[in-house]
């Protein structure tokens, strides 16, 4: 399999990378040049959001298939309809449990993947995609927008990953520290008065589904998440055990809520990844040691 990952310089996209040539795919890496691709990978530098640019360095390559990490705008996702047409029969795009947001209640059932179709979504690129807050502000809707400019324009078949909130490895969020940090110095944790669960997958896991995606045939959006949501008490619970510290919950205003605390469901359904032969691990299995990989930072 001859693979394209653009992106992929950090977190969960690194292990992807080594997953993917541990395999025996031939592996590029288009990205700008901020990290050094790992070894036994080819790496091309462009910025994805440089038409021009991205179109010269990939040259006459073609791909089996492309997995695309930073896709977060329909126009980004314009782009890259127009430079891969011709080059790849699949393209896979990592999106997130974002496009959710807002559609869950609290003590609602899990979200399905046709609670979000992309292929009867709208989009508008005229709206100030290149503006870092607004990006900021609407990442959920950026990406829901690129999944349906995507399935709808894209001359490829496109699967969309959507992303449970991901935990372990060199997570640059700093969401997961947040709790740990405070727990092990017994500051207060500012929480929802009836806080709802969330979906969460091991940095590990998701890039192994990501892997395992680039080789498959399905299309449409498919949600990766382990078995077994949360609730940010159960987090921190979890966290009070793994420390030895009791958790200090409190309320407060909606600007210091923590991270992982939501008034509304935020759990996944994954039954449409376990039809189709991915079998996710449960959050108990490896959270524990998430936590202590946490600590000893």
Known sequence: MDVCVIGGSRHFGRRLIGELRDSGAAVTVVNRGSAPAPPGVTHLLADRDDEAALTSALGGRRFDVVIDQVCYTPVQAAVAARVFAGRTRRYVLTSTVEVYAELGRPGGPPLPEGAVDPSAGSYDLELPWADAQFLEDHYGEGKRQAEALLVQEGPFGVATVRTAHVLGGDDFTGRLAHYVGRIEQGRPVVVHPEPQPASFVHEPEIARFLAWAAAAEFTGPVNAASQGALDVRELCAAIGRATGREPRLTGGPDADLSP????????????????????FSAVADWLPYVIKEATAR
Not at 262 to 275: K, S, V
């Open 260 to 279: 992982f605390s939501f008034d509304r469901c935020y759990a996944m359904d994954t039954g449409r990844a376990a039809r189709l032969g991915f079998g």
